[in-house]
């Protein structure tokens, strides 16, 4: 089993809609969860990051924790086309140094 | 967020030869940074962790002799393609650790360097 797991999509919602994106991680003990928007040859810039369950807004974007079931997602509001690019979740997992693991990405697809 | 700057962000090397990249972080001391590569529609891969004033950790599968990292000072990691060849082309991307190590520390990544051997 991978330590995180993304779709990898596309995932393809019509402009002004809301996008979803899902990661599940297997390190019960994984304390920080970020998330990364990866253009096209370019390198991931931060989101946004959520240490504690429940949700947190910022903008458009909403994360969500659930750390019982061992998921967390990516809400965003009102899509629009400029959104359209790959989805990076990352876990700091326990351990040592603490180490932060990605998951593969979801592209996401925002079609005007 | 946290600046974080890298460069080259673009090379062209000749087969054999070695390359320098270097990662800053310009507004803060960062004593981990990370060295990534990625490959056209593949994900990140980390290569290795860089630790200020210590021996860097490798990933399983990295060569340490071909890859060298170097973290001498608190805002730069450089990390150096030793003979490289063709198969070495792909995005190398830094990332250094925003905090003390805690849950409340964040990655920022630099630009990227792309990186061709020709």
């Known amino acids: 089993q991978k330590e995180v797991e993304q779709n990898s999509g596309p995932l393809s919602v019509p402009e002004g809609a809301i996008a979803s994106l899902n990661c599940t991680y297997s390190?019960?003990?994984?304390?920080?969860f970020f998330w990364y928007r990866q253009y096209s040859g370019k390198s991931p810039e931060l989101i946004m990051f959520?240490?504690?369950?429940g949700d947190k807004e910022d903008g458009r974007f909403t994360a969500q924790l659930n750390k019982a079931s061992q998921y967390v997602s990516l809400l965003i509001r009102d899509s629009q086309p400029s959104d359209s690019a790959t989805y990076l979740c990352a876990v700091k997992i326990s351990g040592g140094y603490q180490k932060v693991t990605f998951g593969t990405g979801t592209k996401l697809q925002v079609i005007p | 967020g946290a600046v974080v700057s890298q460069h080259p962000s673009r090379v062209i090397c000749k087969s054999g030869t070695s390359v320098k990249i270097e990662c800053r972080s310009l507004?803060?001391?960062?004593?981990?940074m990370f060295w990534y590569r990625q490959f056209p529609k593949q994900s990140l891969m980390l290569m290795a962790t860089?630790?200020?004033?210590?021996?860097?950790?490798?990933e399983q599968g990295v060569e340490k002799d071909k890859f060298l990292i170097n973290h001498a000072s608190l805002t730069l990691s450089t990390l150096t393609v030793t003979s490289a060849h063709p198969e070495d082309s792909s995005f190398y991307i830094c990332s250094a650790r925003v905090g003390g190590g805690g849950t409340g520390n964040t990655i920022y990544f630099g630009e990227g360097s792309w990186l061709t051997v020709v």
């Open positions: 959520i240490y504690s369950n």
């Open positions: 390190d019960r003990g994984s304390q920080s």
């Open positions: 507004d803060f001391q960062a004593t981990t």
């Open positions: 860089s630790n200020e004033g210590s021996k860097a950790t490798y």
